[in-house]
């Protein structure tokens, strides 16, 4: 079974500028949620996609968003890039069987990761 | 909002040495506990998750961790290290709720570098 991919894997982008990051989860795994790396901050939970719709969001301006799509592809964009925006930017996938119920959580399986440059 | 606590940046060991990283998580409600490792090049990968009953949890490749409630910690365990085990090793918190929550707050990460 494939595992989940990002594209692309590297970006090299100037200040000001806009990006699109785009993840294609396990097949069958319905939910995304996406991470920033850097050495500073260490790994940050940005958002979480589920059938679609975004069930949590972490700390981020918003500036970081994201969508789902029907097949549960998904991707993040970055507007008005700053220096401090450079990292890797990881995705993680899951069946999420358990929905909305406590007690049951599936495994989330991360992807190589998408190294961002801003300039 | 939760955090997570590791208390060692860079470990340095000798193969056969014994390994025991540390982990405390700050939430005041129910959680489910992980650690995950990304060795040199490759994806962080899953190496053992606590949600409930016994305590002390196995992972592979030789790994176990303990969850002690009452102090909060988490930590990771080896009892003999190979140089394949170099890797950096983070350990990750999510509420366990009715939300089904999938977010996981992450330490810092821990270097393990062996020592052939």
């Known amino acids: 079974k494939a595992g989940v991919t990002q594209t692309p894997r590297y970006l090299i982008k100037t200040r000001g500028q806009q990006v699109t990051l785009s993840c294609s989860p396990i097949?069958?795994?319905?939910?995304v949620s996406w991470y920033q790396q850097t050495p500073g901050q260490g790994l940050q939970f940005l958002f979480e996609?589920?059938?679609?719709?975004?069930?949590n969001k972490g700390n981020f301006p918003g500036r970081f968003s994201g969508r789902q799509f029907s097949n549960s592809r998904s991707e993040m964009n970055v507007s008005t890039l700053e220096l401090g925006d450079s990292a890797l930017y990881l995705c993680a996938s899951s069946l999420r069987t358990g929905g909305h119920r406590a007690g049951v959580y599936n495994e989330q399986f991360f992807g190589p990761g998408t190294r961002l440059t801003v300039l | 909002a939760q955090s997570v606590s590791q208390h060692n940046h860079h470990v340095i060991l000798s193969e056969a040495a014994s390994l025991e990283l540390g982990c405390n998580y700050s939430y005041g409600g129910t959680v489910n506990l992980f650690w995950y490792v990304q060795y040199p090049g490759q994806h962080l990968q899953l190496l053992l998750k606590y949600f409930s009953g016994d305590p002390l949890v196995k992972g592979i490749k030789g790994f176990e961790a303990e969850f002690i409630k009452s102090k909060f910690s988490f930590n990771l365990r080896k009892p003999s290290v190979q140089w394949s085990d170099t890797a950096e090793y983070f350990c990750?918190?999510?509420?366990?709720?009715?939300?089904?929550?999938?977010?996981?707050?992450f330490g810092k990460g821990t270097k393990l570098s062996v020592i052939p």
């Open positions: 996609y589920f059938s679609e719709t975004q069930r």
């Open positions: 097949s069958g795994h319905r939910s």
């Open positions: 990750a918190v999510s509420p366990y709720s009715g939300a089904g929550s999938y977010q996981l707050t």
